[in-house]
């Protein structure tokens, strides 16, 4: 993925196809975005865990649209992107909480969802996370599983609509 430049720094390009990580794998949902920079992805919404410390993408969703002209999801064009140029990852996703609170930080990204042809039931949305002082690296989730978030800080990248 290239990095576009304007005048006002490098922007990440959210209105293209999605890459599919996997053969079996196909996009359901894919929310073309536009060309955004990359300072409008310094906010993020924090999310914690229900009564059992248990969060699930669906419920990450669901919390995304009621905010929806305030705030926007963002698709995994901008995952892929800042994978490839984590020198631009904002500041902000590295202070979430200190690392003494958490193991882990996951930033979701909720605008394209995908489905297993080999099992068209299940839904995946994919998101970075950063173990202690690793680098970047992604992974996906069912959309219904929860997971514990007392073991990270979760997010859902947001960008400021244009």
């Given at each position: 993925?290239?990095?576009?430049?304007?005048?006002?720094?490098?922007?990440?390009?959210?209105?293209?196809?999605?890459?599919?990580?996997?053969?079996?794998?196909?996009?359901?949902?894919?929310?073309?975005?536009?060309?955004?920079?990359?300072?409008?992805?310094?906010?993020?919404?924090?999310?914690?865990?229900?009564?059992?410390?248990?969060?699930?993408?669906?419920?990450?969703?669901?919390?995304?649209?009621?905010?929806?002209?305030?705030?926007?999801?963002?698709?995994s064009c901008?995952?892929?992107?800042?994978?490839?140029?984590q020198?631009?990852?904002?500041?902000?996703?590295?202070?979430?909480?200190?690392?003494?609170?958490?193991?882990?930080?996951r930033?979701?990204?909720?605008?394209?969802?995908?489905?297993?042809?080999?099992?068209?039931?299940?839904?995946?949305?994919?998101?970075?996370?950063?173990?202690?002082?690793?680098?970047?690296?992604?992974?996906?989730?069912?959309?219904?599983?929860?997971?514990?978030?007392?073991?990270?800080?979760?997010?859902?990248?947001?960008?400021?609509?244009?």
């Open positions: 993925m290239k990095t576009v430049s304007h005048s006002g720094g490098s922007v990440v390009n959210c209105h293209t196809k999605p890459h599919i990580p996997f053969g079996h794998w196909e996009v359901v949902r894919h929310v073309n975005s536009g060309q955004i920079p990359v300072a409008s992805f310094s906010s993020f919404m924090e999310v914690v865990g229900n009564q059992n410390g248990q969060v699930c993408p669906q419920a990450l969703i669901l919390k995304v649209k009621m905010f929806k002209g305030r705030w926007q999801a963002a698709n901008a995952l892929d992107f800042f994978l490839e140029h020198d631009l990852i904002p500041s902000s996703w590295e202070e979430m909480a200190p690392w003494e609170k958490v193991k882990a930080r930033i979701f990204f909720l605008d394209t969802i995908f489905r297993d042809r080999t099992d068209p039931a299940d839904l995946y949305v994919r998101f970075m996370f950063k173990k202690t002082r690793e680098t970047w690296s992604w992974d996906y989730q069912l959309v219904t599983e929860p997971y514990d978030a007392d073991l990270s800080v979760v997010a859902v990248t947001c960008v400021s609509p244009h």
